[in-house]
């Protein structure tokens, strides 16, 4: 079973280029994330989208853009990418919203630095 | 605004041995409470969840438990074996959004 799946694994950026993260999901959930992972912190939510057709800011939205493709995809887009962006970037996906007694499923990560 | 915080950032084990983890958040006003598993450049794996009304979970050697009213959960790895070396972290949901904790580097030695 493929899960959620990520892709680039790797990724460098020269301040300034542009890129999008992919991520598509196997298990028909409704709901997909994307959270950040810095040194020493917790994951931090950047985007969410409850169900296909909407999306809603997370706690960290700011230099970021996000599409819902259709119920598998979900992508993340750095306009503009800024050093303060370097970090591990997860996708996760859930039947329901987190809000409701369901567990989350994740993606292996995209590594991104910014130069 | 929640804070999820996970002491010790780093444990060091023997294997065999039973071993508690820690999580501490400060609105109680949760929908549940959820322990993963990070293991080195991978993503995380979901362990245990814990409903608000109840009060512990458990898989196999691994026992969650939860006080709300405290704000604090543990999970407890029963027979630690050098294969439960990662990162665990604790989340906890509330509505239209979940809080991670930093994690704990658990280490168990041969």
């Known amino acids: 079973n493929a899960g959620v799946t990520q892709t680039p694994k790797f990724q460098v950026l020269k301040t300034g280029q542009s890129m999008t993260l992919q991520c598509a999901q196997d298990?028909?959930?409704?709901?997909m994330y994307w959270y950040r992972q810095d040194p020493g912190m917790g994951l931090r939510l950047i985007y969410y989208?409850?169900?296909?057709?909407?999306?809603d800011k997370g706690e960290v939205p700011n230099g970021y853009n996000v599409s819902r493709l259709n119920k598998r995809e979900f992508s993340l887009r750095l306009e503009s990418a800024a050093p303060s962006q370097t970090s591990v970037y997860f996708c996760?996906?859930?039947?329901?919203?987190?809000?409701?007694?369901?567990?989350?499923?994740f993606g292996s990560g995209t590594q991104l630095s910014v130069l | 605004k929640q804070e999820v915080t996970q002491i010790p950032a780093a444990l060091s084990v023997p294997e065999g041995e039973n071993l508690v983890l820690n999580c501490s958040f400060t609105?109680?006003?949760?929908?549940?409470l959820q322990w993963f598993r990070q293991d080195p450049g991978k993503g995380l794996t979901s362990l245990l969840l814990?409903?608000?009304?109840?009060r512990e979970q458990t898989s196999g050697r691994l026992n969650a438990s939860l006080d709300k009213s405290s704000g604090r959960s543990t999970l407890y790895i029963a027979a630690s074996q050098p294969g439960d070396s990662a990162t665990y972290l604790c989340?906890?949901?509330?509505?239209?959004?979940?809080?991670f904790g930093a994690g704990t580097r658990l280490t168990v030695k041969p």
């Open positions: 996760a996906s859930s039947v329901m919203a987190a809000a409701t007694n369901e567990k989350l499923f």
């Open positions: 298990m028909n959930h409704n709901s």
């Open positions: 989208s409850a169900s296909e057709g909407t999306t």
């Open positions: 609105d109680s006003a949760i929908y549940n």
């Open positions: 814990i409903q608000s009304s109840q």
């Open positions: 989340a906890v949901s509330a509505i239209n959004d979940m809080r």
